[in-house]
């Protein structure tokens, strides 16, 4: 089967503020591919904002390279953005245009060929057709948001950016704009930012960790849970067998009298995967010792930056 297409490469990018005595950013890479949902993540200051803007070259690169739909951000700009559809944290909404005119307008800018087509299929796409007769200074944020996020689906690119979209949303909405982005990833591709583990995991099935500006974790959010093990007399074949039943297995003295392995399984699978453990240890005629569900490496990772980055402002 061929694998979909990349529509963004992010390959080695650096950045550094004029004035600034270190970069925002230093040897960021990595891919997304159409369909896939991927969350930019980390503690305030980690740099995913800048990464975001030179993305849709809101800001200029100097260093590195990034490639949108095939399109150099730099080299073949006006191209490369036509592939974005770009919500910032803030959108810049006129509060005295209506809804529909606001859009019809936007969708003029970008040259659509059939616009009012275009329009009404963005305004069902993100439910606020009911409010396309209201100006956009009397509704909502959730409503506001809902307004950025349609403007950013006109002329449906091929990369959704969407900079920490859910910022000032009472629960009930930041639920709405979740389910509303997964509705609308599709084949596309999409990337948006937080800095919280459980808004990405709602949303995506992989999260890029920032720290300092580099990436410091790049995997799937899905494997949330590590089941851990530890056997009081060799191993080996239990391992063996687990391995053999499909499990992703670390292990480590399998041959001594302790050995110890940990299991990455999806959300929902510790329990099971823990009675599969103590069946076939028992199987083979090896002790359990431990046997324990506990937060995923990414997690691990992500809460330690979390509270780096809490005590480093204190």
Known sequence: MTAPPVILAVQDVGHRYRGADRDALHGVSFEIRAGERVGLLGPNGAGKSTLMRLCCGVIGLRRGRILVAGHDVVRDGPAARRAIGYLPETAPLPPELRVRAYLRYRAGL???????????????????????????????????????????????????????????????????????????????????????????????????????????????????????????????PVVEALVSAGLCVRAAGLDGPSGRATIRVPRGQAAATM????????????????????????????????????????
């Open 275 to 314: 009675e599969r453990i103590g069946r076939v240890s028992a199987e083979h005629g090896v002790p359990v010792l431990e046997l324990a569900a506990r937060r995923s490496c990414l997690a691990e990772r992500f809460l330690a930056l979390a509270v780096g980055d809490r005590e480093g402002a204190a």
């Open 110 to 236: 970008r040259g659509l060929a059939r616009p009012a087509a275009e329009v009404d299929r963005v305004l069902e796409q993100t439910g606020t057709r009911a409010v396309q007769r209201t100006p956009i200074g009397h509704l909502s944020r959730g409503y506001r948001q809902r307004v950025g996020l349609a403007d950013a689906l006109l002329g449906s690119p091929a990369l959704l950016v969407l900079d920490e979209p859910t910022v000032g949303l009472d629960p009930v909405q930041v639920e709405e704009v979740r389910a509303l982005l997964r509705a609308v990833a599709d084949a596309r591709a999409l990337v948006f930012s937080s800095h919280l583990l459980g808004e990405v995991a709602s949303v995506c099935e992989r999260a890029v960790v920032l720290a300092d500006g580099r990436v410091v974790a790049d995997e799937p959010v899905g494997a949330e849970v590590e089941v851990a093990v530890r056997w009081g007399a060799p191993a080996a």
